[in-house]
């Protein structure tokens, strides 16, 4: 069974040989920019460079996905939010939001040549060189910023969270213009035969909000944006969401991506077969910060405990060694077969 074969089986919770093993979210590291030479920013910016170092994890580690972009503001900057991607030579860090120029629900409009600004384009460009290049061998991994956390990005996060309390409908309204953003932007993606879209929302775990508020005001929002996305869809959210693992289940995604705090064996046997779950290896303490043999402790576990596909439970950090992603990868080639 091809990579891309099983993965996408995986995600739709058919037969597979073996766990696949991937990242559903960023795959950009120190490591991987140095053996493609494909550095940040210049690889948010550049479609060849972004698609080189988006490839790098797969080339280098046999991991079974190939992933772009690598942050959460290419929407919101083509909205017109100014963002910063740091320059060359810095630490490494994701880009950030200096401003917004949404200041109401009424100024989000999706402008008519949305396709065109910042830097959607290099995205696409970046998946249409990932597909030529490695053909249906392997699946390409593409996601959008999910309504709550765009919404976020666009209002200021603590302004919007103040806004559930003493504003809702304002609140709600932010959000659904977000998840109309995220739809539409999610279409651009798949015309350029992205294989997999993930909804990154990790702005909606119970570190930052009540099960309730997710249940009245996220998950519509999520339900929505899933109907309007082409399959397969995964839906995103790191850190506690235990308590909200059944409301993301009813969200309409064929799988959940979750990290170290969820006890898979637990959701398993709440959930059943479905959704698939993804995950779900500690990104800093273990890939990050351990050892290739904290990994394999922890890849076994996942395994043990029911985990559909291994990955790890977010963004990989940008200065974790390559050695324990590919420790990941052959761990779950040795004990992972179904």
Known sequence: MIPRERVLNAVFNREVDRIPVVSVTSVATEDFMEASNAWWPDAHKDPKKMAELGAAAHKMT???SVNVPFCLTVEIEALGCQVSLHEKGEKLRWPSVISSPVKEPTDLEIPEDFAKRGRIPVVLKAIRLLKKEIKEDV???SYVTGPFTMAGYLAGHDKLLMMTLTDPRKARDFIDMASKVAAHFGALLKEAEADVITVQEPSACCDVISPSMFDNLIKPSLRELMAQLKPPRILHICGTVS???????ECGAEALSVD???NVAEAKKALGPKPTIVGNIAPISVLFKGTPKDV?????GAIEAGVDMVA???D????TPAENVKTMVEVVKKHGKR
Request: charged share 20%; net charge neutral.
């Open 260 to 262: 170290e705090r969820v």
């Open 139 to 141: 699946s390409v991994v």
């Open 296 to 300: 394999e402790r922890a890849v076994i």
């Open 243 to 249: 308590p909200i693992l059944r409301g993301m289940a």
């Open 62 to 64: 046999g991991l079974e």
């Open 312 to 314: 790890p439970g977010c």
């Open 316 to 319: 990989l950090w940008p200065y």
